[in-house]
């Protein structure tokens, strides 16, 4: 497996590897919402965070462990999602890191997004796409159930968000030979948006 950065392309959204020009729109999408920021992800990007949050993301598209990408819709950075420790050797990558402006959210953006990036993931010969969600995320949780992933288990008292509250996370995967039924049923919703 092969997880190069690369730009891609889908009539609702596209996705490019985060850069500099992304930062201005990325930092107004995430101050959009700072509740969820603050409630919901592991760390924060919203206000004061974004910049730490930035510098940190930078370093780890520099050292490989985060492939993180802007999520462009007519042309403007309404969010980011990242491939997440990539494993060559066992051809294995997490989707994560997702976030999305409030506008964004409950229509076609997030399918496509993930369409793509599956897509992307099994053709550079992943094995196994995986997705983590804190539990208390009932929307994102839904939204990986509707992509067509399948529930794994709960990581009981995972991680320790930035707020200091200790999460829960549930595991979720699309296996490489699930992934022909899992791509139709995407592209049969992503066509129902007409």
Known sequence: MRLPPSIMQHRR????????QHRADLRQACDADPALWRDLYPFSMAGE?????WDRL????????WI?????????CLGMTSYIAPDEANATVEVGGTYYAPDARGGAVN???????????????ARRVQFKVDAINARSRAAVLKLG??????????RITWTGRIRDTVVFSILADEWPAVRERLDERLAAFG
């Open 68 to 76: 993180p990408f802007a999520v462009l819709v007519d042309g403007v």
């Open 13 to 20: 959204v596209r996705l490019e590897p985060l850069g500099e």
């Open 49 to 53: 965070h974004f910049g730490p949050a």
């Open 58 to 65: 930078m370093r780890q598209a520099q050292d490989g462990s």
């Open 149 to 158: 992933a399948v529930q794994e288990g709960v990581l009981r008292q995972d």
């Open 111 to 125: 399918p496509a997004a993930k369409r793509l990036m599956l897509a992307h993931a099994f053709a550079a010969g």
